[in-house]
């Protein structure tokens, strides 16, 4: 009896298994059927639904676009097609070497008219275009935005014309020179500086003249004049490191100076906000707000600090031997290893007689 039940449950698994690739085989041979429609009198086209996900296909060279189920609903007839991911509403295409946008139904939206169209500020209606290598910009509505009149188009911040948007401010060259424009095409800096970036994770613009630096909000305003040999990116602690006149100092990521450039070098800021710092031979300690922590009256042939990152903790040197001190100078660990770093807070690396161990 029992061998009987289990035959019968095997059948029924049999089946139910067979039926599920049965409907497999029909859905995809139902796909490849819809695919083949686009030849002979007998083409057939969906124009009249509302589809949430095309894709383009490609067949004897030319891109057309099928929905989920395989039916075309755009003709093959495109020689290139923009990137696009997911759900999107207009696709860039190109026809005979002239480039122009539709919307998923194939409707044109920008004739086919330019030599080429990019998205630009990561939005769906302003594109970048181009003709006859001058550059403007248009609305989805095929209204002109930006006469093409410029040699190039991009958006800040980061290097010159790479696309990341801060506050919809688009960076635009001619003639060598560099401004910022907004997305109404008013002019926010005057195309008059040799290089624009953006400062990372930051409102700031750093703008460059006759190879000196400075920075400007973005609202076009002088937040550091261009006098700067140096400013970097946003370092640990959110501070902004600058170079004048071989000297070095600290400003805020709101462009405030913090330290002023006084200082033959600075090191990197540790977890309590120390700074080791030199005026010629001589080293010591400030904080990030410029105030003196440990004076700076001690000769580096002998006494060396360094601030690290990873501790709260100095770095000191006494006669080439390596310890630890406090903020109040205090000695913590003995100047007795030939090096020490810290690699966390409790994490030390030391040296002693050729040797390393962490402590």
């Known amino acids: 009896m029992g061998n009987k039940s289990k035959i019968i449950k095997y059948i029924i698994i049999s089946l139910i298994v067979l039926l599920a690739l049965t409907t497999i085989v029909m859905i995809i041979l139902k796909l490849n059927d819809n695919a083949k429609k686009d030849d002979g009198e007998n083409k057939e086209f969906v124009t009249n639904v509302d589809y949430k996900y095309i894709a383009p296909v490609v067949k004897d060279g030319k891109i057309g676009f099928i929905d989920d189920l395989g039916n075309i609903v755009i003709d093959f007839k495109y020689d290139d097609c923009a990137r696009y991911e997911g759900d999107v509403d207009y696709f860039i295409v190109s026809q005979n070497g002239n480039t122009g946008i539709i919307d998923k139904k194939g409707n044109t939206i920008i004739p086919l008219e330019y030599d080429k169209i990019e998205y630009i500020l990561n939005e769906k209606e302003l594109f970048k275009v181009s003709k006859d290598k001058k550059y403007g910009l248009i609305s989805v509505k095929n209204e002109i935005v930006v006469p093409m009149e410029y040699d190039n188009i991009g958006t800040v911040p980061y290097e010159n014309l790479n696309i990341h948007p801060i506050k919809d401010l688009i960076v635009v060259s001619k003639a060598g020179n560099y401004g910022v424009i907004n997305k109404s095409g008013d002019i926010v800096l005057p195309l008059e500086y040799d290089y624009i970036s953006g400062i990372d994770n930051s409102e700031l613009i750093r703008i460059c003249k006759d190879e000196q630096y400075g920075l400007a909000d973005y609202l076009g305003n002088t937040v550091l004049p261009t006098e700067y040999y140096y400013i970097s990116d946003i370092v640990n602690n959110d501070v902004i490191e600058i ?40 080293n010591g300690i400030i904080n990030i707000f410029g105030e003196t922590v440990i004076p700076i009256q001690y000769n580096m042939e002998s006494q060396i600090f360094y601030t690290n990152p990873n501790s709260d903790l100095i770095e000191y040197s006494e006669n080439g031997k390596w310890g630890a001190i406090n903020y109040k100078g205090e000695l913590i660990i003995p100047n007795m290893y030939d090096e020490l770093t810290f690699l966390s807070n409790t994490l030390i690396l030391v040296k002693l007689n050729e040797k390393y161990r962490n402590n």
């Open 243 to 282: 170079r004048k006149d071989d000297k070095y100092g600290l400003l805020n990521k709101n462009g405030k100076i913090l330290v002023e450039p006084n200082y033959t070098n600075l090191g990197e800021i540790s977890k309590s906000n120390l700074i080791s710092c030199s005026l010629g031979d001589f």
